[in-house]
């Protein structure tokens, strides 16, 4: 139905996650409309990502030298290291301005029924880390789901004989969410996480 041309871009923009479809093609009609020195720009900052972002050597977050942002922050201290499952995570984190320590990115989450172990995991470079004694509290900080709370039991069962405090992050009621569309694990962990307020 395409020319072959704009039907391989509607076929690598489908491949891209959370586009299907009808975004591939709604965003290859926009390119085709675009003017060329839009299209050259972003042509020029696909490229520019792939050839300068690389991984911190630190933490595992994007970085463009050996350092994150994060990490080459001489005001952060080493006390605490936020656990994430992904580098995204890391700027939602960072989004809330309430967290001022050091992260730590795995790579994903323990995930045996896609092959997933913690050998694929960034895990060897937390415990170098740690076993450096700067380190006080690992606040676990992986998705509320099946594969996220298995590797947070992991982590703490694997740190806990270092003598450092591990913490979770709180889970439970969305802010706005109403009692009545909470699921029955997210009520009860509302439930087991509340807190005193007067």
């Known amino acids: 139905m395409y020319s072959q041309a704009v039907q391989t871009l509607i076929d690598e923009l489908g491949r891209l996650p959370g586009i299907g479809p009808k975004s591939a093609q709604r965003i290859a009609f926009y390119v085709l409309k675009a003017p060329p020195e839009n299209v050259v720009n972003l042509a020029h900052a696909l490229q520019d990502v792939k050839d300068k972002i690389r991984f911190c050597d630190t933490c595992g977050n994007f970085a463009e030298g050996e350092q994150c942002l994060v990490c080459a922050n001489s005001r952060r201290g080493n006390e605490l290291i936020c656990v994430v499952e992904e580098a995204k995570d890391v700027e939602a984190i960072e989004r809330t301005g309430e967290y001022h320590g050091r992260y730590h990115v795995l790579g994903g989450a323990i995930d045996p029924i896609n092959n997933i172990g913690p050998d694929e995991l960034n895990i060897v470079s937390l415990m170098r880390r740690l076993?450096?004694?700067?380190?006080?509290?690992?606040?676990?900080?992986?998705?509320?789901?099946?594969?996220?709370?298995?590797t947070a039991a992991y982590l703490a069962r694997l740190i806990a004989p270092l003598g450092v405090t591990v913490s979770r992050l709180a889970s439970g009621l969305p802010v706005g969410g109403d009692l009545e569309y909470a699921d029955e694990i997210t009520l009860g962990r509302a439930f087991s996480g509340r807190r005193v307020v007067a």
């Open 131 to 150: 076993a450096s004694g700067d380190t006080v509290e690992v606040i676990l900080a992986t998705n509320p789901n099946v594969a996220g709370e298995a």
